[in-house]
């Protein structure tokens, strides 16, 4: 069974501070999707990462595919309060079924 | 807005009892999705449709079943309801039948609540 793991669960900190995330599997994904939800609204898609090693930034979001397409890390500069939410990451497998991990739930406090 | 529509928004129900939950994909999408999220096991793919066929099937309980209309609208029907299956649940389109590669939309998601 494939599983992906985010950490940290919980993070909360002041805007202007910088972060990272994580999101790590034992699996090899095709390709690897960053999410965010709000509360009262669906995941929307941030970013997808195909391959091994690849870097791709928004505005201060850079998400990275690890080499061996197992993990993923999205860093965050700057945080705002408008980052606040629910980040999800999920891995398509080689069964093109989608798996999502369990989240990270990000406070910025102004 | 994703285009992509639920209702009802919020349903209280009893255990025992059966609910049916709509949804319209976005104009043009083949593919329609079900998710259910909840804060012990986050967010679970229960089933796709492909142009009213059944693509690909997860973790979706016996008492749950789906079909997706000639005109593409889907329902998701849970029944014999437990305690445990107050969840959200997601209904989320795409244009075409593969996962990867594709951008799913997510709708905003039926609450339901089992008392």
């Known amino acids: 069974t494939q599983l992906l793991e985010q950490s940290p669960q919980f993070l909360s900190i002041q805007e202007g501070e910088n972060l990272t995330v994580y999101c790590n599997s034992s699996s090899v994904f095709s390709s690897l999707q960053w999410y965010r939800q709000e509360p009262g609204e669906g995941p929307v898609l941030l970013v997808t990462v195909v391959t091994g090693g690849e870097v791709k930034k928004l505005k201060r979001l850079t998400f990275q595919f690890g080499d061996a397409r197992k993990d993923s890390s999205l860093h965050i500069t700057a945080a705002q309060p408008g980052d606040t939410g629910l980040y999800l990451c999920?891995?398509?497998?080689?069964?093109?079924?989608?798996?999502f991990g369990k989240g990270t739930r990000l406070h910025i406090l102004p | 807005d994703s285009g992509v529509t639920q209702t009802p928004k919020h349903l209280i129900t009893a255990t025992g009892q059966r609910v049916t939950l709509r949804c319209s994909p976005r104009s043009g999408d083949l593919s329609v999705y079900w998710y259910q999220q909840s804060l012990d096991q986050g967010l679970q793919f229960l089933i796709q449709y492909y142009n009213g066929e059944e693509r690909a099937k997860g973790n979706i309980l016996e008492r749950f079943s789906a079909q997706q209309f000639p005109d593409l609208h889907s329902e998701l029907n849970l029944s014999s309801l437990e305690l445990g299956d107050s969840a959200l649940y997601f209904c989320?389109?795409?244009?075409?039948?593969?996962?990867?590669?594709?951008?799913?939309?997510f709708g905003e998601g039926s609450w339901l609540t089992v008392v």
């Open positions: 989320a389109s795409s244009p075409t039948a593969r996962q990867n590669g594709n951008t799913i939309y």
């Open positions: 999920a891995g398509v497998g080689r069964d093109d079924k989608i798996i």
